[in-house]
């Protein structure tokens, strides 16, 4: 499984909205809120889903594209969130045990955007 500071592997899926996805066109570009619904989402994981498409127009003033799927991504859990800088780099990887709500998934992208990548490890 992916974990923090792993990069996001390259793949190509087909969102929940029926488009096709692929990650080279958002890469070096734009951070990403990637949620794999699994083949069986419980009402939890549609909620997440569902309000962070609806909020595309907040995820977007942060330089953030969510994409909602079923198709298995190598390494990402199913059901599973995963959010990344634009560089692919992953700061957050939740599963099932540890799902995230909408506003805790937007929450992390926020940090991301904001992090300062200069302070990074200087707190020890």
């Known amino acids: 499984m ?23 066109t958002l890469w070096q570009h734009r951070q990403l809120l990637l949620i794999s619904t699994g083949d069986a989402p419980d009402t ?11 909020r595309a127009a907040q995820l977007a003033s942060l330089d953030t594209v969510a994409v909602v799927t079923a198709d298995a991504i190598p390494g990402v859990p199913r ?23 909408a506003d805790e998934a937007i929450e992390w992208a926020r940090f991301v955007q904001y992090k300062c990548p200069e302070c990074e490890g200087e707190a020890k």
């Open 2 to 24: 992916l974990r923090r500071g792993d990069s996001v592997p390259h793949f190509s899926v087909v969102r929940a909205a029926g488009d096709r996805f692929e990650y080279a």
């Open 44 to 54: 939890e994981v549609t909620a997440t889903a569902t309000e962070v498409s609806q």
């Open 79 to 101: 059901p599973g969130i995963v959010i990344a800088d634009r560089w692919g780099e992953i700061y957050c990887v939740a599963d099932r045990s540890a799902w995230l709500t």
